[in-house]
């Protein structure tokens, strides 16, 4: 009797243990489900979010009826109206002064073509360029008359660090792109002192004539004013160019005149678009996070052509209008309020981003960040396919790279740093203006460069629409894990590159 009861003890303890076992490896397996799953709240967002309704979206916003939305146009007030009407749709709150729109009234600077000369006079004969073959800013009239002419060769640095005021200044300058860019020669040149500086150029630029048009706000004018550099033309005309090709680098021998009258200026009204989603936390709901893109492109060029931007960046606009559909439909509000927000003139030099965070609808200090996107809807980067993956501008800039990272695990999207473009590219879109109030804010995209960029080419048919859906699953997956995360995105303070706006960030919230 006493074996059998021994017997009966060991074997209940066995079961016992065994079963101790087995539901806390369950239990253990279930936590480590529970992080690699989405729960079912967050998957049914991402089903929403289908290939055939972004195509459905961008067939308009890149249409040829919307003549490629250039600052200001018609075509960008019936994209403003098109965006308003999905916010509306979906349900979020207008933030705007005027419903979902935050009006901005500004100024454009109208270029006046009738007067317009240019001549380079040398001893084979005159060379005559006409308005429809110059793109110039000149808000003020410019006279120049039998100015030497001075060539550069922008591939030759060396040259030209050797050049000096005394040499150069107040002649005018003759140069063509450098094929590794063009702002580090064209401020090397500015330091020289000429009068003018042509940028010859091999295709046609996109402008409106004489003189690009500039906007300006009528409240910053003096803080806006554009830097007292030489006046750029950029000239398309064959004789400059066969002139420029045959003619050594210095004094040229030939003479510049030039006479440009001053542009008018006109008032204009542009919208930003805005909406909220509040949040559902009581303790965070006074906190938001963006989701931004601009809806601007190019417009229109002088041959008639059309600059339909369908990937710049009609891909970001749809996408924001997408998400804002899926999130307002989730069971359960994000925690922290979510604004969707598409901007103005960002082709222009992001003006209207930089018009937000002067003139904010939420406090800066509660706007815990900005996910800009661009560029979502191609695959055929220059440097090969770039399907299921995605990139950040200033990938190692904060902590929500991490989240992204973590979220295309969930949603099978490789999250790539672009080791020469991800840092260069962080201030060349509406992340900035957001970066330099503090605010952590990264510009999310597919690529960096692809065949027809800022050309007539990148048009709706172009798109996958497949891989972009499952990219916007991603970003939609970001969103809602740093909308519901109890702490905040921070700038990574380890990077020097972002200390400045680390100490932006510093100055809105005092320890």
Do not use: C
Not at 158 to 178: F, K, N
């Amino acid at each position: 009797m006493n074996s059998t009861f021994y017997d009966y003890r060991r074997s209940f303890v066995a079961t016992f243990l065994a079963l101790f076992i087995v539901l806390n490896l369950g239990a253990t397996q279930s936590s480590q489900r529970e992080e690699d799953r989405i729960s079912r709240e967050n998957q049914a967002v991402l089903d929403r979010i289908t290939a055939d309704s972004l195509r459905g979206h961008l067939s308009f916003i890149a249409s040829d009826l919307l003549e490629g939305r250039d600052t200001p146009s018609r075509g960008l007030e019936i994209a403003s109206e098109y965006i308003a009407a999905q916010f509306r749709r979906a349900g979020l709150e207008p933030l705007g002064d005027d419903g979902y729109f935050q009006t901005a009234n500004m100024l454009e600077t109208v270029p006046q073509l009738i007067g317009f000369s240019l001549v380079i006079s040398r001893k084979e004969g005159d060379i005559e360029v006409g308005p429809e073959q110059v793109t110039m800013f000149l808000d003020e009239g410019l006279n120049v008359s039998r100015a030497k002419l001075f060539k550069v060769n922008s591939d030759d640095p060396a040259t030209i660090a050797s050049l000096t005021p005394d040499q150069v200044g107040g002649q005018v300058i003759i140069a063509e792109r450098s094929r590794s860019g063009w702002g580090d020669v064209l401020e090397k040149l500015y330091a020289l002192k000429p009068s003018l500086i042509i940028r010859v150029s091999r295709q046609m630029v996109r402008s409106d004539g004489v003189a690009t048009r500039r906007l300006i706000d009528p409240e910053r004018r003096e803080a806006e004013k554009p830097p007292a550099n030489a006046p750029v033309l950029a000239v398309v005309n064959q004789n400059v160019l066969d002139f420029f090709d045959e003619t050594k680098t210095g004094l040229t021998g030939a003479t510049v005149s030039l006479r440009a009258p001053a542009a008018v200026e006109k008032p204009v009204k542009l919208r930003n678009v805005i909406g909220l989603l509040r949040g559902s936390d009581p303790a965070l709901m006074g906190t938001y996070v963006f989701v931004t893109a601009h809806y601007d492109h190019l417009g229109v060029d002088r041959s008639g052509r059309i600059y339909n931007g369908a990937n710049d960046n009609g891909s970001g606009t749809v996408t924001v209008m997408e998400l804002a559909s899926a999130i307002a439909s989730r069971a359960t509000r994000p925690r922290r309020g979510v604004v969707f927000m598409t901007f103005f003139g960002e082709e222009k030099g992001a003006i209207g981003s930089e018009y937000y965070v002067r003139r904010p609808v939420l406090p800066i200090e509660k706007t815990v960040a900005d996910v800009n996107l661009e560029q979502l809807g191609r695959t055929d980067s220059l440097e090969g396919p770039q399907v299921a993956s995605a990139t950040l501008t200033g990938f190692d800039f904060t902590d929500m790279t991490a989240t992204f990272i973590a979220a295309g695990k969930l949603t099978g999207i490789r999250m790539y740093k672009h080791e020469r473009f991800s840092d260069r590219y962080f201030n060349y879109s509406d992340n900035r203006p957001f970066a330099e109030q503090g605010i952590p804010a990264q510009t999310l995209g597919v690529l960096f460069q692809y065949p027809d960029y800022h050309d007539v080419g990148d048009k709706a048919n172009k798109i996958d629409y497949d891989n972009m859906a499952k990219v916007d699953r991603l970003v939609a997956l970001g969103l809602l894990m740093i909308a519901d995360a109890p702490g905040a995105p921070r700038w990574n303070e380890a990077s020097p590159r972002t200390t400045p706006y680390v100490q932006a960030w510093k100055l809105r919230h005092p320890q």
